[in-house]
């Protein structure tokens, strides 16, 4: 079992930056991928970005305005946003995907972008 939890939410205005944590805690040592995927109200949850190793993918929604990272010895994954727009308001989840192709979420945190 992997257990994760995310922080870093909150209410900025658009322009405005924030970054997101996710630490990680369990069974780490068979993680193949760590992401970040959002859903906003009424739509499906959508991919944001994922590091595999140590190579980012975007979504083409960000791409130039959000960078993933992570902390080995934290354990923690990390979603720099700048230049936030509305249309970024969501609940942010972190996810885990195993090397046996088991998925793990956190609880979610929110982000909310005013113009």
């Known amino acids: 079992q992997v257990q994760l939890v995310e922080s870093g939410g909150g209410l900025v205005q658009a322009g405005d930056s924030l970054r997101l944590s996710c630490a990680a805690s369990?069974?780490?040592?068979?993680?193949?991928?760590r992401g970040w995927f959002r859903q906003a109200p009424g739509k499906e949850r959508e991919f944001v970005a994922r590091?595999?190793?140590?190579?980012?993918v975007y979504a083409d929604s960000v791409k130039g305005r959000f960078t993933i990272s992570r902390d080995n010895a934290k354990n923690t994954v990390y979603l720099q946003m700048n230049s936030l727009k509305p249309e970024d308001t969501a609940v942010y989840y972190c996810?885990?995907?195993?090397?046996?192709?088991?998925?793990?979420w956190g609880q979610g945190t929110q982000v909310t972008v005013s113009s």
């Open positions: 590091i595999i190793g140590g190579s980012p």
């Open positions: 369990g069974r780490t040592f068979n993680t193949y991928t």
């Open positions: 996810r885990v995907r195993t090397l046996d192709s088991s998925d793990y």
